[in-house]
């Protein structure tokens, strides 16, 4: 088991939690007209993404030199996963500070652009080499499926009545792809190479994975009783994924631990 | 092909001594836990026999190194003769290169809140002399060779019980230890 990068965790789901809420938004946008207060969903997205950023700057050995991390866009996946949160977190504040109740549409797209790039930055800078389980699209999978789930559970708190259902559907078919795939890759990995199997054993054994497990079924449950998104629900939602994500940075098996036995 | 330092691990000659180890350790004067090369033994999947064998390993200068490809402060460089240099002074300790390198050569200083890694003692290549772990060697089992130079013969990249990962190509190259020799009398 290896660290479970606490600033990490609160960084990459919060900020997908942001990210989900903006592709909300633009989804909403599609739908039609709808009413909802943007100002205020706007001061959500900047609130997550501002304290995701934040906490992540807990992680480093010298934060107070943070201000460096753009020097290598050129290569590193790191470098433009800073790049695009802080766009993001710049649209998302500028929205919140200037915007009125109805949401800017340019705005809108600008940060589903930059929060995808945020995710898909995000996804490659968590798939290295030294990690085999996860040297693939998984991650930015995993991370597209938290930022739905996210996204459409916060954005039941803004959106008008007439959008509700539209935002339960969602969160009901996100939820169900997330526990397809959070219940089959680690049952796949065990028919891996050795790492993989070594990381299929650690997230199945892992509580923090079956309490992700539980409580993605929870919101199904309690979604399927009420036909639509209780207000209390995106929170069970955000620690189901809080939890998930511990396991993704805790459990993931590294090439180094096996050296000298067989991959 | 252009100059590439690298190491060659000679399992046949390792006794499993550490002497490679401390040597790094008394050389640079590593914080308390802070540890560049490891002698690693071969698990007897590998090597089933009741003698052991050992690969003594530290950072293997890929030639393509994840390390230097993922570093967000461009804390890595990689010099003309293929060693793979870390700057600690631009660290920012953000461990991302702790997490990407297949093979855990870099590792993190809790004193110093940076990383840092096996540097070849190229300020000893430099010199004219050899890096501290090769010149340690009782048994002549690490050798400094360079791969643009280097013979055809019967070493090994990626031998059973080590990381193969063709995209970053790690020079470090291997002697697999032979069968020991059963006496019957």
Known sequence: MQSMELPLVLFTVL???????????????????????????????????GVGIAASLFHLGHPLESYRALAHLEKAWLSREVLAAGIFFALAAF??????????????????????????ASG??????????????????????SAVVLGAGFASWFAADGNQPLLARIFVTALVVGLVVRLTVPCAWLSGSEIMRQTGMAWLGAPLYWIHIALMAACLGVLWKNRAIPVWLPI?????????????FSETIHTAVNIGAPY | MKKQYAFLVDSEKCIGCFTCAMACRNYYHQ????VWRHVYPLNEEIYPHRERAFFSL????????????????????KREDGVVVHHQEKCIGCGNCIRSCPYGAPVYNPVEKRAEKCSFCHERLDAGLLPACVQSCPTGALKLIDLATMEPGNHVQFPPGFPKNDKVNSSTRFIMPKVPTMVRR
Request: some cysteine; glycine content about 10%; proline content about 6%.
């Open chain 1, 124 to 145: 490659m800078t968590y798939a290295p080499p030294a990690l085999p389980a996860v040297n693939n699209a998984l991650p930015t999978v995993f991370f597209l499926i």
């Open chain 1, 95 to 120: 929205a919140a500070f200037t915007g009125r109740e109805k949401g800017s549409p340019v705005l809108v797209w600008a940060s589903v652009l930059t929060g995808l790039l945020a995710l898909l």
């Open chain 1, 236 to 248: 069970l939602a955000l620690a189901g994924e809080l939890a998930g994500r511990a396991v993704f």
């Open chain 1, 15 to 49: 900020s997908q939690a942001a990210i989900g809420l903006v592709l909300m938004n633009a989804v909403r946008l599609h739908a039609g007209p709808g009413g909802g207060n943007a100002r205020k969903e706007w001061t959500l997205v900047a609130a997550l993404m």
């Open chain 2, 58 to 77: 530290a950072c293997n200068h890929c030639e393509n190194p994840a390390c230097l490809n993922v570093c967000l402060v461009e804390a890595y460089t």
């Open chain 2, 31 to 34: 914080e308390k836990g802070v």
